[in-house]
């Protein structure tokens, strides 16, 4: 079946410490998405790359980063940098450029102790 | 840059009532608009878009919505609710063309009440 996987669908990780979130997609779609979900405050761009090898910063991109060195794959490293990492975090995809929509992945709930 | 406001954040309403959910959005050039609905412990996934051609655009569900440009409006609405409706909602806009980037507003928490 084709789709976006995120994986782990939880994961903990101690403050200071780096961690990156998986998302593939067999979608065969150039536009990938990384969104940061909390609670009353909806979904918020962190990433997004229209093509591979390269990507733009959202509206929330300090203490993240982003590759995109395949088109199936764009992981997200939550650094010890981002000042409020724990949240939920959803990656997209879509066909680039037109009328698209995005596809969504299960999500990520990472907690950061 | 682009923006979306959904005004608003809570709805609770009785089976068999009319929903409106209002969204403006924010942006100079040729958009395109969609309501995503986030039913609880699913994935987000689309309810309907508008990219051209008529204003009212009809979705799954029994859902619509109405494009309206001088107001930058895009409400979503459905004549009568099911307890089946209780989910998130949210708007979004992308701008046409280019690098395209896909805006999402705070997003609609609706509860029907059987």
């Known amino acids: 079946d084709g789709g976006i996987t995120q994986s782990p669908k939880y994961l903990f990780r101690k403050e200071g410490q780096n961690v990156t979130l998986s998302c593939e997609q067999n979608?065969?779609?150039?536009?990938m998405y990384w969104y940061r979900q909390d609670p009353g405050q909806g979904l918020r761009l962190i990433y997004y790359?229209?093509?591979?090898?390269?990507?733009q910063k959202g509206d929330i991109a300090e203490g993240y980063s982003v590759s995109r060195e395949k088109k199936e794959s764009f992981p997200l490293t939550v650094t010890s940098a981002q000042k409020n990492p724990t949240a939920f975090y959803l990656c997209?995809?879509?066909?680039?450029?037109?009328?698209?929509?995005?596809?969504f992945g299960q999500g990520t709930r990472l907690t950061v102790v | 840059a682009q923006s979306v406001s959904q005004h608003n954040h809570h709805v609770i309403l009785s089976e068999a009532a009319s929903l409106e959910l209002g969204c403006n959005y924010s942006?100079?050039?040729?958009?395109?608009l969609f309501w995503y609905v986030q039913y609880p412990g699913q994935h987000l996934q689309l309810l309907l878009k508008?990219?051209?051609?008529?204003?009212l655009v009809k979705g799954i569900k029994g859902f619509e919505a109405e494009f309206i440009k001088s107001k930058f409006s895009f409400n979503l609405r459905k004549p009568s609710v099911q307890w089946s409706d209780t989910a998130e909602y949210f708007c979004?806009?992308?701008?046409?063309?280019?690098?395209?980037?896909?805006?999402f507003g705070i997003g609609t928490k609706l509860q029907v009440i059987p």
């Open positions: 942006y100079g050039g040729t958009v395109n």
């Open positions: 979608l065969n779609h150039d536009a």
């Open positions: 979004a806009v992308s701008n046409s063309g280019g690098y395209q980037k896909v805006t």
């Open positions: 997209a995809s879509s066909i680039a450029g037109g009328v698209t929509e995005a596809f």
């Open positions: 508008y990219f051209s051609g008529d204003p």
């Open positions: 790359s229209q093509i591979v090898n390269d990507f």
